[in-house]
């Protein structure tokens, strides 16, 4: 990839400084999401939350020179690399965005960031993309990656940490086979057993299968008090469910992020109650103010990912303000400093507020709707909700 970013350094310059010094007039943020395939239940949420950011703004009028922003959805599939790729080709020849919200799922944000965002000189923040793989993309991608979503290397230990405060100290282990799955997977089995843990089998399955009965059999042979699906709401993850409860094998599981959705609790129904696991959320002043604005826009703001989306398009238009322009090239280095400390606090609803201290010169520190805290490589520093399934619903136990 080095010799990647080498060829394209030029390249990406030039096309930073075509806007440098100027303002658009119309500010456009690509949206890329999975709004189908495997999390195609909980992307829905999560581009509403970009989408209610941007039309805070424009409702402002006042970011930059008084420029409209315009929100452009594209599919990334989540697991298909090829299509991702072409879809943010797409956002960034075709309608000339200034920045990329998304992508989702760990394996296609990869994908996009080294074809194409790097390549082009495009600021990409995730709201999702959690693989521990992605916290080093920033030794090589020009300082344009964020997240607003911890990484999994952070998950794994809270993860623990649920399993062992319940008393569960063996478990089966099975994970959708990608870059999500097996960087879950893998921190999870490493924290789990550095506490004293023991991980019976830890199984990849594959996404789009019928039948998951051979997989369930592997990973009931193995035994385990429950059994941890790092995998998606939508697909594998659901099928494998499924199977364990038709076969009896397990009866209680632990979901992960890509694992917590209410369409999920709907389809398999009362037999998930008592399965409980984590997604990152927090309790903070922010997340209650985002969750009266989710409900006046019509969506559900408890959604996973909604809030880390809100707030990586916030960002994206609050570090385009601080650098007074659109260009990627310009603004990057200004998203760590609107996100973190000194600065005025912002939160949901306050983005006015932060353009006009941004245009004064002041220092702003977003906290937005999920107590924003970008740190090291660029990422959340991480806080979590512990959720039970309980009467068919997704009920928060505690924040950690």
């Not at 389809?267 to 969750?291: H, K, R, V, W």
């Not at 601080?322 to 260009?327: I, N, P, V, Y």
């Amino acid at each position: 990839m080095k010799n990647l970013l080498m060829a394209t350094a030029a390249s990406a310059l030039v096309a930073g400084s075509a806007f440098a010094g100027g303002h658009a007039t119309e500010v456009k943020i690509g949206i890329i999401l999975g709004f189908t395939g495997p999390l195609e239940s909980i992307t829905p949420a999560m581009g509403a939350g970009a989408e209610l950011a941007i039309a805070e703004v424009n409702e402002a009028g006042t970011l930059l020179d008084n420029a409209t922003v315009e929100g452009i959805r594209a599919d990334s599939t989540c697991i298909d690399a090829a299509a991702a790729t072409a879809a943010a080709e797409r956002l960034i020849t075709s309608d000339g965005v200034h920045g990329i919200m998304g992508a989702d799922c760990s394996g296609v944000t990869g994908a996009i960031l080294q074809n194409v965002a790097v390549p082009n000189g495009v600021v990409m923040i995730s709201p999702s993309a959690t693989s521990p793989g992605l916290s080093h993309a920033n030794n090589e991608d020009n300082g344009l990656f964020f997240r607003t979503a911890p990484s999994d290397a952070r998950q794994g230990v809270v993860m623990t940490e649920v399993l062992m405060d319940r008393g569960i100290s063996e478990v089966a282990l099975t994970y959708t086979n990608n870059d999500y799955g097996k960087g879950l997977a893998d921190s999870f089995q490493a924290a789990f057993e550095a506490a004293g843990g023991t991980v019976t089998i830890n199984a990849a399955h594959e996404d789009g299968k019928a039948d998951y009965s051979a997989e369930v059999a592997a990973l009931a042979s193995a035994g385990g008090e429950v059994l941890v699906v790092a995998g998606y709401t939508d697909q594998g993850g659901k099928g494998i469910i499924q199977a364990s409860l038709d076969s009896g094998a397990f009866d209680t599981f632990v979901l992960p992020d890509g694992m917590v959705g209410q369409q999920l609790v709907d389809d398999i129904g009362a037999d998930l109650n008592g399965s409980f696991g984590q997604f990152p959320g927090t309790d903070s002043e922010g997340a209650e103010m985002f969750l009266g604005l989710a409900e006046a826009a019509g969506f559900d703001g408890t959604g996973a990912f909604a809030p880390e989306s809100y707030d990586a398009a916030a960002l994206l238009m609050l570090a385009m303000q601080a650098a007074d322009s659109t260009a990627s090239a310009d603004y990057a280095a200004h998203v760590m400093d609107v996100a973190n400390a000194p600065g005025t606090q912002i939160f949901p609803g306050q983005l006015a507020e932060a353009i006009e201290l941004l245009k004064a010169g002041e220092d702003i520190d977003y906290v937005g709707a999920t107590a924003v805290e970008l740190i090291g490589p660029g990422e959340s520093a991480g806080n979590y909700r512990e959720i039970e399934i309980q009467d068919g619903s997704i009920e928060t136990v505690r924040f950690r």
